[in-house]
């Protein structure tokens, strides 16, 4: 398996056994308040790089919310014919306050700073279903490893995003390499 394909086939896998479990509201840049037009959306997983909203993949609507998989290290381990990953999730929720007719919580719109909420929410639910999964269409999540995540931070504070509020995890991968026959075979 390359690395292309692992990061498609970890990609593939969040988007066929995560995102659509999860229901986000889909931002508008525009209309945030009132007459902002409540609709949820399932986040979307991206491989390394995030696409502008011209050039989304068939059938996605908007770009946010999202999970974007992206490659941060690798460490081939040569005699043992494998290759660990370390993966970054980056997560992404949009979320200004709460809307009419959002739950039948409010008849009108009232602003909140509760959206971070949203994307702790998402990066739990994934972390969740990734240890409970273990292999991500053929590539081994490595249990041992352990998982750290965390926010977004610009000189050393959180990052003050609203109403877009991120999160990130990292994870690491397994993949096995194709080898060739070792010069030691012989001696074997």
Known sequence: MTIVQCLE????????????????????????????????????????????????????????????????????RLLLYTDRMNIQLSFMAWNPGLHPDENGMTDSY?????????????LERTITDIKNAEYLNGVRFVKEA?????QFVKDGQIADTYPYFYAWATITVERGLNGTESAYSQLL
């Open 9 to 76: 086939n970890i990609t593939d896998w969040l988007n066929q056994n995560v995102c659509p479990r999860i229901r986000l509201k889909r931002p508008s840049d525009y209309n945030q308040g009132t007459y902002y037009n409540f609709e949820e959306v399932s986040p979307t997983a991206f491989a390394m790089f995030l696409p502008g909203n011209d050039k989304l993949p068939e059938g996605v609507s908007s770009s946010c919310p999202y999970i974007h998989v992206q490659l941060v290290e690798g460490d081939e």
């Open 110 to 122: 009232r602003r909140t700073a509760d959206g971070w909420k949203d994307v702790w929410s998402l």
């Open 146 to 150: 352990g998982i750290k995540y965390g």
